[in-house]
């Protein structure tokens, strides 16, 4: 019987040791740096390629639909066009993480960035002080030309004072940053310089997967920072939104492709397609960002609708995308 109790000891002081060690080395290693070349891309003042950075920041993008304050979003989901002074709070099983200010303020925005500094945080998701960012953004393989715009619109903008909260992150999180599972964003291929802004399959595929990212929401799958394992295969939906406080609405993402007996624009017109973008917000809550959708020209939305109706069609129902206070959702 002494000798159990003695095993059950050293099991347990072994234990406790490990969970000990375990937890110093979080707590050193979950705040690394990383570092990758910046790219040489610089902002203009060439005034159509802020007109573009503009539109995309706005629109596709839907930059402004984070980086504004919730005081904001009223107006801008009507079109206007309001500071990008950052402020919306996004409480995550990794942190709580406050989107920053994208206005040249020196003080509280990015007034002091390079613009080096701010094309990588869009491409590697490191910021300019080599932490790794939130894995939000898509912008890996933005074109070079479309970067440029971003920058360019940013750099003018009149710079508002904001000051945002820097990360809180869980011990999920630092458990996570410090094991490296979330890293700097990897995603094979290399930006092109340009493409061509025109209604057809390749536009299309440039803006579903790089920069509306609609394949981030409605895709199920497991997600690192850019690497991406499918369950049911891209844009086939299933995604939840709204969490899990049967008071609320919640929303399932609609499966894209088409297939015709599931694939929800699978026998929708272009025109119907085109007409439910530019009718925009339906439901109050709905997690897509129809305020910035709704901007966006003919072309844009054309060459999604092709560039959807052109990726093979996988078979995955989705019963209903909405679900009101009190309705269960099933699982999938």
């Known amino acids: 019987m002494k000798n159990l109790i003695k095993v059950i000891a050293v099991i347990i002081g072994l234990a406790l040791t490990a969970f000990i060690f375990l937890m110093l080395y979080v707590q050193t290693n979950w705040d690394r740096k990383y570092d990758s070349p910046y790219p040489d891309l610089k902002a203009s003042t060439d005034s159509a390629a802020i007109a573009r950075g503009k539109y995309l920041v706005y629109g596709p993008a839907h930059c402004a639909s984070c ?6 979003y009223e107006a801008m989901e009507a079109g206007e066009q309001v500071p990008l002074k ?16 994208l206005t040249p303020d020196k003080e509280t925005g990015i007034g002091n960035l390079t613009d080096g500094e701010i094309a990588r945080a869009m491409r590697d998701a490191i910021g300019h002080d080599g932490r790794v960012l ?6 890996k393989l933005m074109t070079d030309e479309d970067v440029i715009a971003v920058l360019s619109f940013l750099r003018s903008q009149t710079p508002v004072s904001n000051k945002i909260n820097k990360p809180e992150y869980t011990r999920e999180g630092k458990w996570r940053l410090s094991t490296g599972s979330h890293q700097p964003r990897i995603i094979e291929g290399t930006p092109k310089k340009s493409i061509p802004r025109e209604a057809s399959v390749v536009y299309g595929e440039y803006l579903v997967n790089t920069v ?34 049967v008071n609320n609405y919640r929303f399932i993402t609609p499966n894209l492709t088409p297939e015709k007996q599931t694939g929800i624009i699978a026998n929708w017109g272009e025109e119907a397609f085109l007409a439910r973008f530019k009718q925009g917000r339906i439901y109050e809550n709905s997690p897509m960002p129809w305020g910035s959708f709704a901007r966006m020209d003919e072309v844009d939305i054309r060459a999604i609708y092709r560039y959807l109706n052109s990726i093979p069609p996988i078979a995955h129902k989705i019963e209903k995308t909405v679900y009101g206070p009190g309705e269960e959702i099933p699982s999938f």
Request: aromatic share 12%.
């Open 67 to 72: 980086h504004i304050s919730l005081d904001d």
């Open 86 to 101: 950052g402020g919306e709070v996004f409480n995550l099983k990794i942190g709580v993480l406050t989107a920053i200010n």
């Open 134 to 139: 939130p894995p939000f953004m898509p912008f």
């Open 212 to 245: 509306a990212n609609c394949v981030g929401c409605h895709s199920v799958a497991s997600i690192e920072y850019g690497v991406k394992e499918f369950e049911f295969g891209p844009l086939s939906g299933g995604v939840q939104f709204g969490g899990t406080n």
